[in-house]
T-cell receptor, first 112, second 117 residues
Framework: ELKVEQNPLFLSMQEGKNYTIYCNYSTTSDRLYWYRQDPGKSLESLFVLLSNGAVKQEGRLMASLDTKARLSTLHITAAVHDLSATYFCAPRQTGTASKLTFGTGTRLQVTL | DTGVSQNPRHKITKRGQNVTFRCDPISEHNRLYWYRQTLGQGPEFLTYFQNEAQLEKSRLLSDRFSAERPKGSFSTLEIQRTEQGDSAMYLC???????????????FGPGTRLTVL
């Protein structure tokens, strides 16, 4: 059974600072998704990482995937308050058609 | 609005009652998923459909839960004899799968928040 661990679980950072969220998973995955969730809202798709070494960037967020290490990272550059939300990684286990297994999430709070 | 829609958005019920939720996926999306999310946790997979066929069910989906997608479009999730432990956000997602190179990216609806008293 695929297990997903994110750390940190909670991150408070000042505007303008950089930080990285880590996502470790326990078994082989052929793709990995990152989602954002605002309080009381649904999930918004951020990135789809399809292969080893994949890197995607959108604004101040950059996601990467290392399938050999079973690790994905979400790097935040020069954080702004609007990035405050909970971020989830969700690898898809190899051999399963569609089932995503979500981590517990990282709650990011960006302070002024 | 062409996103995934869910109804109702909120449902409060008494223990032992039956409830039914509806999900309308993005049109032309052939896959539809149900997840459950409790406070402070990530979503947990419940079940998914490809067109009208239910292809996988989680062990979380007890006999009291049933899902249908009769015409391959909208789906319903019914919970019979609700228990307080069923209180959660029920999320629906849809995706388009069209070959090996498909991203199969799942787009989520706003969710139905269930409170069982």
């Amino acid at each position: 059974e695929l297990k997903v661990e994110q750390n940190p679980l909670f991150l408070s950072m000042q505007e303008g600072k950089n930080y990285t969220i880590y996502c470790n998973y326990s078994t082989t995955s052929d793709r990995l998704y990152w989602y954002r969730q605002d309080p009381g809202k649904s999930l918004e798709s951020l990135f789809v990482l399809l292969s080893n070494g994949a890197v995607k960037q959108e604004g101040r967020l950059m996601a990467s995937l290392d399938t050999k290490a079973r690790l994905s990272t979400l790097h935040i550059t020069a954080a702004v308050h609007d990035l405050s939300a909970t971020y989830f990684c969700a690898p898809r286990q190899t051999g399963t058609a569609s089932k995503l297994t979500f981590g517990t999430g990282t709650r990011l709070q960006v302070t002024l | 609005d062409t996103g995934v829609s869910q109804n109702p958005r909120h449902k409060i019920t008494k223990r032992g009652q039956n409830v039914t939720f509806r999900c309308d996926p993005i049109s032309e999306h052939n896959r539809l998923y149900w997840y459950r999310q409790t406070l402070g946790q990530g979503p947990e997979f419940l079940t998914y459909f490809q067109n009208e066929a239910q292809l996988e069910k989680s062990r979380l989906l007890s006999d009291r839960f049933s899902a249908e997608r009769p015409k391959g479009s909208f789906s319903t999730l019914e919970i019979q004899r609700t228990e307080q432990g069923d209180s959660a956000m029920y999320l629906c997602a849809s995706s388009l799968t069209s070959g090996l190179l498909s991203y199969n990216e799942q787009f989520f609806g706003p969710g139905t928040r269930l409170t069982v008293l």
